[in-house]
């Protein structure tokens, strides 16, 4: 990865919400020197950086706290700058720097594009690019002190655009990853109340505390320390009195092709106890001499908080396995006082021997549960099983075992599998979940066993609406993940990513010009009934709303996971290569099974050479079933499968490329002390993603060209010529922000429009 000279500034985010659902990108405001042989990128760090967004009937009054330092050794007069996406509307701004204020002028987006081309001409940086038609706001000069610490507070009022009832919040960070140091705090707050229950909140950039205070008013928090923020804030919220919610985002990229959506399915914050469903579950501990020590005691631990968290209407039992198979109660029982102590005293007493006999211990906690002919078998079921190694008691084969138990699971019970350290055999209990409608999941050992089993149970502990199917009314939905969506649980949040065919939006009614409706309905069983809800929605086609263009990488993220599973599970094939290796080339999808394409000595535009390659890796993956590597590709694979947020790209060192996060580890060291790798020659921009070849930013929509040999196909622009700022004029946002990406020394290959530039 190329390092920038110490002498190149970074920009400095001051900042504002800039609010629309309709805005392609959006912008921050940002220091800019006044003398031109000072660059953008100035010697600037920041130290912190507090933001408070208080919404209240859809009117968001934003206030900014941030210090900054001029790391230089000279005064250095600057002026702000704050660029104004199309759309977005501000209703009064203030800029107070060390307590004075400063006023800012509202310049027209045409004034505003003279002002940008200006400074990237005179600085020869392309870093204002992106803000091409914006508007802007720009303040007089003011000075800034070496090594004297410059507090800086932006205040203002913004209205949050609504897309039927979803309303975005947004705030940028994005060019606070120009900061000359990692930022010592960085926290952004957004403190929302509403006339109706807030039913659903999801941000597709950040992992966020959420805080009900009550029904009708949220606090989410994003909040991290000694760290480069490379993504803008971006939160969703709705707002309805409904039993379930569900919402939907749509993005279609371009006109005749298939369209993406992403769905929101959640509960009422005020579900009471006439919603939770009374459930079924049997636990299933491996007891084998394996386990003894720690294991066993923290097992013990996690079972005992399970059935004292039991509802009072459920029904458990507790199964332990070693050689052979032992019951707690000889059936079911209900969560009474005196059936949990009984259960707590025998847990106990529970000690480890003896070898594994999975088998068995399967078939057992079925003969447990009543089948689906049953009037009690409308209760939802789930077996939680947990082992820390493979079968060496009884039936060892694992195509045998698999048979068995969908052949036994009559019941229909939900299979939630935990894997205990590196010695178990993780194809076979993916395939136990994946085939019996649960999900697997693993412990490091490292990890604590019972806080990863009673945080399952913890989630599913209150179901209030089982076996949910989605369909969306005249729209045929494809590659929809995840394939089964389950149950849904108090507190939950179910998010569903697929794919629409494209044609079939435009046959749908439209009360308006380009935007479509149907409805969306969510089935399932709801207080012991079968229950159907539904909801207006909007879809809408290409060119509208690129806000959602995050949808169609989320989508492409867990359809790799999927597509990983599938190479594990059922072993490798030229066409599921092929598709895992397109998707990931196209969104910049790093993974160890993929980051061969950031190696620079991988010709992209060989694909021969790129399957070889990939097969390679399919080998590989397919023979990790257990140990270490099979831990970590199962984590991997999981991770890609719950995606909920497109991994932010990761700043390794200030000043360098924003290389991408990698999902999942090639190390053993980072995975087990929770580290984010990065894979350097590739950058994410948007929907698409670059790679580095030599001096050449090659983009992936002219991957399949040969800088030499394509010679002929390719045109050759020198940056900051009047050929150059055409392009720039003519691009889209996202276009635009890929070229100023380009830093001095470096080339780009891009296509732009159906040509292929090479831009020098």
Known sequence: MTKRKKDIPSILALAAVLLGLAVAAFADGMIVPIRPEIRVRGHWAVKYHHVKVTVRDQVASVHIDQEFVNTGSGMIEVEYL?????????????????GKEFAAKLLNADEARRIYEDIVRRKKDPALLEYAGFGLYRTRAFPLEPGKPCRVVVTYKSVCRKDGQLVEVWYPLNTEKFSAKPIDDVEVQADIKTAADITAVYSPSHDLKVERKDPRHVIATYHAKDTLPTTDFQLYYKAADEKVAATLLTWQPEERKDGYFMML?????????RAVVAKDVVVVLDRSGSMSGKKIDQAKEALTQIVRNLNREDRFNILTYSDDVELLFDRLVEAKEDRIREAADRI????????????????????????????????PAYILFITDGKPTVGTRDEGEILKAARRANDCAARIFSFGVGYDVNVRLLDKLSDENGGKSGYVKPSEPVETKITSLYNKIKNPVMTALKVEIEGLRLRDMYPRELGDLFEGDQIVVVGRYFGEDASRLPSRESGVYHAQLVVRGTYEGKERAFEYPVTIRPAGRDTAYGFVEKLWAIRRVGFLLDE????????EVIDEIIRLSKTYGIMTPYTSFLADETTALARPTEVRRLGLDEAEKLADRTSGAAGHMDAAARYEMKKAAQVPAPAATEPGDVAGTAMIGNRSKEAYEQNQRESVVNVQQVGNQAMYRRGQVWVAANASHLDAEKDKDKIQVVNRFSDEYFKLVQANTTEENQMLATQREGEEILIALRGQAYLIR
Request: proline share 11%; net charge neutral; aromatic share 2%.
């Open 82 to 98: 704050f660029p104004v996406p199309p759309d977005a509307a501000i209703d009064s701004m203030t800029l107070m720097v060390d």
């Open 265 to 273: 399915v959640s509960p009422s914050p005020r579900a009471d106890n």
């Open 348 to 379: 106990d007493r529970i000690e480890a021997t003896g070898g594994t006999n999975i088998h068995v211990a399967l078939l057992t906690a079925m003969k447990m549960l009543p089948p689906r002919s049953d009037k009690e078998s409308r209760r």
């Open 567 to 574: 190479v594990q599970l059922h072993g490798k094939s030229q």
